[in-house]
Nanobody
Framework: QVQLVESGGGLVQPGGSLRLSCAAS????????MGWYRQAPGKRRELVAT???????NYADSVKGRFTISRDNAKNTVYLQMNSLKPEDTAVYYC??????????WGQGTQVTVSS
């Protein structure tokens, strides 16, 4: 079983930046595909960004050019650098580890609020 712990959320003004971190347990973290998802009140959970074990990345159109996903396999950690934040980025952000074809784990989530 993989445990994921997110951190780095908080309150930020529009145009500001935050960096989310997700620390994972497990000795084969480097083999996991990792992702960030978010869920706003009253909305479905949606994909924000993913990164494969080989480092290939994918982003939702709404965050392209503003968010960057990265990973540090030595620290078993995946990051989400969020710049030029907008009020519509307000959501609970979740980290996901895709361990196998059907096996996946989720973190508990971290709140991001963009407001003046």
């Amino acid at each position: 079983q993989v445990q994921l712990v997110e951190s780095g959320g908080g309150l930020v003004q529009p145009g500001g930046s935050l960096r989310l971190s997700c620390a994972a347990s497990g000795s084969i973290f480097s083999s996991y595909a990792m992702g960030w998802y978010r869920q706003a009140p009253g909305k479905r959970r949606e994909l924000v960004a993913t990164i494969t074990s080989g480092g290939s990345t994918n982003y939702a159109d709404s965050v392209k050019g503003r968010f960057t996903i990265s990973r540090d396999n030595a620290k078993n950690t995946v990051y989400l650098q969020m710049n030029s934040l907008k009020p519509e980025d307000t959501a609970v952000y979740y980290c996901k580890a895709q361990v196998g074809a059907v096996e996946a784990y989720w973190g508990q989530g971290t709140q991001v609020t963009v407001s003046s």
